[in-house]
């Protein structure tokens, strides 16, 4: 139904920057729905970064919010994860996600992830 794939993580250092990205390849009834990111530290449960409806509208984390910013391109059922001033907290599995209900408590569709590791 809903395919995801993310790519941009990598390896960087302590104060780096990183741009992540999630294509949608599903029917238009699903890339019209909200989406967003989480992340999963090593032995922690997934937390929930930012997620962005069709419109444009945005919702952050308190715990990131200033240093990420998520934005997205409809035309390309696209959605990115812009993160600034990097730290070793960061390092994480970053996963995409489509729709939910809401969607930073429960979301429908899950990417498998790209690894961000930050090094002190």
């Known amino acids: 139904q809903v395919q995801l794939v993310e790519s941009g993580g990598g390896l960087v250092q302590t104060g780096a920057s990183l741009r992540l990205s999630c294509t949608a390849k599903?029917?238009?009834?699903?890339?019209?729905?909200?989406m967003g990111w989480f992340r999963e530290g090593p032995g922690k449960e997934p937390e929930f970064l930012a997620s962005?409806?069709?419109?444009?509208?945005?919702t952050y984390a308190s715990s990131i919010r200033g240093r990420f910013t998520i934005f997205r391109d409809n035309a390309k059922n696209t959605v990115y994860l812009q993160m600034n001033n990097l730290t070793p907290e960061d390092t994480a599995l970053y996963r995409c996600?489509?729709?939910?209900?809401?969607?930073?408590?429960?979301?429908?569709?899950w990417g498998p992830g790209t690894q961000v590791t930050v090094s002190s």
């Open positions: 996600v489509v729709g939910g209900d809401p969607i930073k408590d429960y979301a429908y569709y």
């Open positions: 599903a029917e238009r009834k699903y890339t019209n729905l909200e």
């Open positions: 962005i409806e069709r419109s444009g509208e945005g």
